[in-house]
């Protein structure tokens, strides 16, 4: 089945304790992207990636950093967590040049206390 | 990309057609109309899209009005599990690097 895979789906953590949310498709995507969604501010981008080691900054990516070095995997790091960062945040994938239809991740709703 | 307008919610009756109206006057003429759909706390899933043809998949179907300035979502025959928040949004046809929802329509589908 073609899918998107988050893992964890739900975490609670400390402000200033390191973690990685691991995202993987498993569709020969290219692209990955990396959102978040907050009330009343909508779906807001954080990084993407065109490509294995191709990634760029979206709209809000202070305090975030990516890798990817296969392509399947765009896992998402929080260097230094902050209550600022408590979200729902989706991991998503798409063919190049085929952007508009993005599959999404089933999200991970991160507390970060 | 041009801005969408859509009521912030509707109701349906189970079984019956669900049609999701969404405003485009400023859409230009190499933009797309694509529409999502969130069911709550889900991922945005992708329904359809259409440029001035009108477009069905097993999803949906799509009617664009023949000046483009809107378009609306029709889902045939509604069931529960269609209850979700619907986003219409115009996109060039080309490799947009984000896709940014507005605050869609939250459909309810009454049993």
């Known amino acids: 089945e073609a899918q998107v895979t988050q893992n964890p789906r739900y975490l609670i953590t400390v402000t200033g304790k390191k973690l990685t949310v691991t995202c993987s498709q498993n569709?020969?995507?290219?692209?990955m992207s990396w959102y978040r969604q907050d009330p009343g501010l909508g779906l807001r981008q954080i990084y993407y990636?065109?490509?294995?080691?191709?990634?760029d900054k979206g709209d809000v990516p202070e305090g975030y950093k990516v890798s990817r070095k296969e392509k399947r995997n765009f896992p998402l790091i929080l260097e230094s967590p902050s209550p600022n960062q408590t979200s729902l945040y989706f991991c998503?994938?798409?063919?190049?040049?085929?952007?508009?239809?993005?599959?999404f991740g089933p999200g991970t709703r991160l507390l970060v206390l | 990309d041009a801005k969408t307008t859509q009521p912030p919610s509707m109701d349906c009756a189970e079984g019956r057609a669900a049609n999701l109206p969404c405003n485009h006057s400023?859409?230009?003429?190499?933009?797309?109309v694509y529409w999502y759909r969130q069911i709550h706390s889900q991922g945005p899933q992708y329904i359809i899209h259409?440029?001035?043809n009108n477009e069905t998949n097993e999803m949906a179907s799509l009617i664009i009005t023949e000046d483009r300035k809107s378009s609306t979502l029709i889902l045939p025959h509604a069931t529960l599990r269609d209850t979700a928040v619907y986003y219409c949004?115009?996109?060039?046809?080309?490799?947009?690097?984000?896709?940014?929802f507005g605050t869609g329509t939250r459909l309810t589908i009454i049993p």
């Open positions: 990636s065109m490509n294995v080691e191709v990634t």
């Open positions: 949004i115009a996109l060039m046809g080309f490799g947009n690097e984000k896709l940014t």
């Open positions: 400023t859409i230009s003429g190499n933009e797309y």
């Open positions: 569709m020969n995507h290219e692209y």
């Open positions: 259409g440029l001035k």
């Open positions: 998503a994938s798409s063919l190049r040049g085929q952007q508009e239809t993005q599959y």
